[in-house]
């Protein structure tokens, strides 16, 4: 068969992995949300993994930052919002994979956009920010670091500190509040 073409996919072998890895964390983290109040008990690697489970799925909203504030009066501040912010933003890992793997589900969104922007322009400190700043979209800033191939571990470092530092702050907030209870 002479003029048959041959099909190629329209994403690497790489693209393909990440796009199942996301899913995959995602798929993951949406069967344990349902027992997230479970791993409280176990201390600031209970924190680490709600806080990693909630961050892991993308566009949907699983409050993780409340059991950091929950837990601010039992746990040190510190401590507690680097356990949380180094299980959120690896968490977040499953949306810039799934950016990296290029899916077009909300790059047509002006959230999506905005957040490409950004972080073209500024990089690591565009995550930073839309990281440390109560976001509900950073999982939009994380496929738009993926999808324009930012190093993976400049986003996770960004990640990681912008979230370590609100969850720092959100625990003295708990902490502040359990005293009028």
Same mark, same amino acid.
């Given at each position: ?8 996919? @329209? ?10 890895? =996301?899913? &995959? ?9 349902? !027992? ?24 949907? @909203?699983? @409050? ?8 601010? *009066? ?11 912010? +180094?299980?959120? $933003? ?8 799934? $950016? ?16 490409? !922007? ?5 990089? *690591?400190? &565009? ?8 976001? @509900? ?7 738009? =670091? ?23 702050? +959100?625990?003295?907030? $708990? ?7």
């Amino acid at each position: 068969m002479a003029g048959r073409k041959k099909y190629t996919f @329209p994403f690497t072998k790489q693209d393909a992995l990440s796009l199942i890895f =996301a899913l &995959a964390i995602t798929a993951v983290a949406l069967f344990l949300s349902t !027992k997230i109040s479970a791993f409280s008990e176990y201390g600031y690697a209970g924190v680490f993994l709600i806080s990693l489970i909630s961050s892991a799925t993308v566009l949907i @909203p699983v @409050p993780g930052f409340a059991v950091v504030i929950a837990l601010a *009066a039992a746990l040190d501040p510190i401590l507690l919002g680097v356990a949380a912010g +180094l299980g959120s $933003g690896l968490g977040e890992l499953s949306g810039y994979f799934l $950016g990296y793997a290029g899916h077009d589900a909300v790059t047509a969104t002006k959230t999506f956009r905005s957040h490409k !922007k950004q972080i073209e322009k500024y990089g *690591a400190p &565009a995550i930073f920010a839309l990281a440390f700043i109560p976001n @509900p979209l950073f999982d939009v800033a994380g496929i738009a =670091a993926g999808s324009i191939k930012m190093k993976w571990w400049k986003f996770l470092l960004a990640t990681c500190a912008g979230k370590v530092l609100r969850f720092i702050l +959100l625990a003295y907030l $708990g902490l502040w509040a359990s005293g009028w209870f």
